[in-house]
């Protein structure tokens, strides 16, 4: 049994709400009466009471200008505490600094090495008058449509009014919900200043960046996809005539970060808080895991000898972490292809309504349980992994429930690995149930248990509303598609452009069997068939790779492809993951030139994994200079999978590439 970790944030450090100052690992808050800033090296972040709460006066990277323009000077009222704090046992220790406005609390969040803050706001009464006078239509209305949000009134978070001449804004709007979804990320820009009324915005990011500098803020809103959320209150009014954004507080933390270095910049910082919240650990993030429902079969096969040969195929073609889907329990769900007998019923929530013992391993499937197949396992060094469907009904009231069934199947077998499936949360007392669901399991196993979020349905947290608990099982089964196809160029593409905003490690992406179903693919030259085996593995190795398929049913040639790659992959993979992973090229369509470029932050290791997907041309050059950081250079490079040639030009910032055959790639480890 692994120790268990109390987590106690209070207990961590003492407050110290009387002192002007507090520092803890490399982050600090400096308070008086009417102001309070908060930094860590890389950024300050002044506020003043203002309007009922807190308003930003100033923002500043480290050494850098002022971003923001004649803010209201503080008018006292200000009562702070701070503390040193983890968002859960597996984070990193920041910063946390309780502001105290009247009735309002607003908690700021610092982590080292981080160049922003994450906010969290308490909403209160009464309405007071927005920061910014552009907009006032426009916040007025969205006041009185969010007046009954958690039962209290919306209030205006932030005010912020931009220095630079000219700005321009650019939101992201992710989408989960995959089994009907295949365009992941929606764009729209909006350039400041200009004659644009004021405008309200749901987005998961918005980007706002100097155009002369490249310098920038962005916003990250800690909350479940728009379409998945409880309420319609938005998260920004954008102000383009007055080169200004209000932020919202909407209910969900919003992470507020500062940049430089244009794209690559934001997708640094934007990754930089993600692994400060959960950060990447080899061994446990960035496996490759396997799933025997992309086959098309659901449960129809799922059986102890059937799943016996499943960890062999695993073992041999390098598999970390064999998953086994809906089927394994004693109940039955409505996914099911099986025959129910007399009386049975199917579910999809209320599962011990239907069946008290819903939960336990299907006796007829598996007569000796799940400990044969678990040590069958480890004796490979794999690890197990179960599929598993917490209780919607009546807002998750069964919370404390299921996570005290699956940290029995932590504690007797060792289970570490679940996919969570089947959510639909539609409440906000559904979402706080599900965070303590969590929370729970991570607390009595110290962290030591792994979540994948479903994404592909229902009414769930999505990227960001629950970042820090585990993977997200993103895989895009083509469902409602005729004949199931797998598209590989597309999931190239929904990795791509998701990676835009969301850490490509933390996205479980799929790799399907190329030999299944090929007659549905009639002439193609998109099909899987066409893409030599291994470049379908490579697709996936910046994401955490989920083999979406029975293992067993791989033929002969497509295992012999994969193996020496998956090989490599495993030897490099922690290097490569844990480093700053950006998209470049053009976006993928089938017919791009495109991949990912990882950087260590401090420059010592880079990795180019590249693509010609259906094109003409056979060469391909990139210009890394806004990727590596300041005074790095590679002088060469060296071919560790794929086929082609990579080579550093003289000046050492940028890359050649050569890949003579269309759909195939070419990786590169790069060397000073």
Known sequence: MKRRVAFACAAMLAMAASAESFESNGCFAKWDGSTVSVGNGKFTRTYAAANGGLQTVSIRLDGGREWLRGQAAGKGGITVSCRAERRNPAGVEGLAVRVQVGEAETVLRVYPGVAGVLKEQTLQRPLPEPAVDAGKDAYRQLCQRGASLFGKACTVGDALQFAPGHVRVTSFTLFDQTDVRND???????????????????????????????????????????????????????????????????????????????????????????????????????????NTWGDGNRDGRINADFLMKEVEAAAEIGVDVIQVDDGWQRGRTANTNKKLPPGAKKAWSSFRDVDPRFWEPDGERFPQGLGPLVAAAKERRLVFGIWFGPDSSDNLRYWEADADCLLDFYRRFGIRYFKIDALQITSPLGFERNRKFFDKMLVESGADMVFDLDCTAGIRPGYFGLMDIGPLFVENRYARESGRKYRPHQTLRNLWTLAQVVDPVRLRMELLNPGKNQATYGDDPLAPSRWPADALFAIVMTASPLGWMELSDVGPDTRAAWKPLIARWKQERAAMHGGTIYPVGDEPDGFSWTGFISCAKDGSCAYALLFRELNGDDEFELDLSRILPDGVSFSRAEVIGGRGKVQMKEKGGELEAEIPAKLDFVWAKLHH
């Open 184 to 290: 992941l990320v929606k764009r729209n820009s909006w350039l400041m200043p200009s004659c644009q009324l004021a405008e309200e915005v749901s987005a998961t990011c918005l980007d706002v960046r100097d155009l002369a500098t490249g310098e920038g803020l962005v916003f990250l809103r800690l909350a479940p996809m728009p379409i998945s959320r409880p309420t319609d209150i938005p998260d920004f009014v954008i102000s383009s005539m007055h080169r200004s954004v209000v932020t919202l507080a909407n209910g969900y933390p919003l992470a507020e970060l500062a940049y430089e270095g244009g794209e690559a910049g934001r997708i640094r910082v934007l990754q930089d808080l993600q692994r400060a919240i959960r950060p990447y650990r080899a061994g446990r993030d960035g496996v490759f895991l396997s």
